[in-house]
């Protein structure tokens, strides 16, 4: 089957540095009080900046393709060409259908037309007969809950209510391909849930959807595949849950501090009884550290003094200073009564998967002598991010409450001898 997105060597490169002078009051004022040379040190010095570089790929019928990348990373922009909004400096884009697209708040409405008017002008852009947008029009304003502003003009809507309606109108009007980017960084929950189960119902009925989006879990979600830009090219391009994961590994390693260790144990923390060596973070079997699989803490410590019984307690604290729980070695009965001789140790303790909450935790480090003398304490420079990526379908794809979220098992039964009798029948479709 013939791809219904083709990109090949796709480029959009801007000129900044330089502004062109139409002969308008303000450009006159504005020479004549900032000339260019107070203004930027040069005289009309340009820079070329490509915002996308060598872009390849394709897109299946019905396929559902997650667009991910740091701030910069040419998102936005690949989005705007494919919708026709700007023209790449190289390459091609083909798209076979037609295309709705929700960019940003305030692409492709009138703000001096009403919201109807403005359903039927973006219906007749999409080459859809006045009847075939009377079908939808009903639906479009439900959905996007503006019933009583629809004879208004839409610069007057909110923010919230000009992206209902954006949202309403692209989702509706059944393009063969939908392009959306961040339509999750405005409104509130409810909206949101109600904008990524369109999504998935436009991807299960056979549409095209390119979805661009900082929350990865709503891509996984959403996408099967994903194409990684990075720094105008792209990274990689892939199945979601391996990219995702890669992504989140290297955007995590720049902000986190999973590691902390000294070599000079005269200037590591401790005393005279014991000091600190290493305290290190890590996901079991490598990659970052996620709410589905477990992950590890090393506490390495040289002990100065002979015949000692050191143990380690540890601290996992939130963002909010919050104790998440307090854990230490003396769990490890084989150790618990052993005296130490001196000479470094490591002490591990193993994190299950689905126990803490996702964000970002850091440790406090405590050394026990002989099961109840403090040796000392330090709050660790340690910080890590516990990532989630759980696949929750439809529904509100945010974060949970509470410090941890481990998964429970539950059972239900009916209580009603009637009721159980019915839920057991079996079912004739």
């Not at 660790?380 to 941890?404: I, Y």
Request: hydrophobic share 40%.
């Amino acid at each position: 089957m013939p791809p219904i997105i083709s990109v090949r060597g796709l480029g959009k490169r801007y000129q900044i540095g330089s502004r062109p002078q139409h002969g308008s009051l303000r450009d006159t004022l504005g020479s004549m009080l900032f000339p260019r040379s107070r203004r930027n040190g040069s005289a009309g010095k340009t820079e070329t900046v490509w915002a996308l570089k060598d872009v390849h790929f394709d897109v299946q019928p019905g396929e559902a393709l997650g667009i991910i990348g740091s701030n910069g990373a040419g998102k936005s922009t690949l989005l705007k060409v494919l919708s026709r909004i700007t023209q790449p400096s190289e390459g091609e884009a083909r798209l076979h259908g037609r295309v709705g697209s929700l960019l940003e708040v305030g692409t492709g409405f009138h703000p001096e037309l009403t919201g109807r008017e403005n359903i039927y002008m973006s219906g007749a852009v999409l080459g859809l007969a006045i009847r075939d947008i009377a079908r939808y029009f009903d639906e479009i304003v439900a959905f996007a809950e503006v019933e009583r502003f629809i004879d208004t003009p839409v610069k007057h809507y909110s923010s919230g209510m000009y992206l209902r309606l954006a949202f309403s109108v692209a989702a509706h009007l059944q393009p063969e391909i939908l392009l959306m980017d961040e339509v999750l960084a405005v409104g509130d929950a409810a909206f949101q849930k109600k904008c990524l189960g369109k999504m998935e119902d436009a991807s299960s009925g056979g549409r095209t959807v390119l979805f661009v989006s900082h929350n990865l879990v709503a891509i996984q979600s959403l996408c099967s595949r994903v194409l990684w830009l990075d720094g105008d090219r792209v990274e990689a391009q892939g199945r979601a849950n391996e990219l995702v994961a890669q992504y989140l590994s290297r955007q995590l390693s720049g902000t986190a501090m999973t590691d902390e260790a000294w070599s000079d144990p005269s200037a590591a923390p401790g005393n005279d009884l014991v000091r600190l060596m290493r305290i290190k973070v890590h996901a079991v079997g490598g990659g970052a550290i996620t709410m589905e699989s477990p992950f590890a803490i090393d506490v390495d410590y040289w002990n100065r003094i002979p015949d000692a019984r050191m143990h380690v307690i540890l601290h996992v604290i939130t963002e909010q200073e919050v104790v998440a729980f307090a854990t230490g070695s003396a769990s490890d009965q084989a150790w618990r009564d052993r005296p130490l001789a001196p000479g470094r140790y490591r002490a591990t303790c193993e994190i299950p998967a689905h126990l803490l909450n996702s964000g970002r935790h850091r440790l406090r480090v405590f050394v026990v002598r002989d099961l109840g003398s403090l040796a000392f304490h330090y709050d660790s420079r340690v910080c890590f991010d516990v990532v989630d990526l759980r696949a929750r379908g439809m529904g509100w794809h945010g974060k949970e409450p509470g410090v941890v979220q481990p998964r429970l098992e539950w059972t239900n039964r009916c209580l009603d001898e009637t009721s159980a009798a019915l839920a057991d029948r079996p079912v004739h479709r």
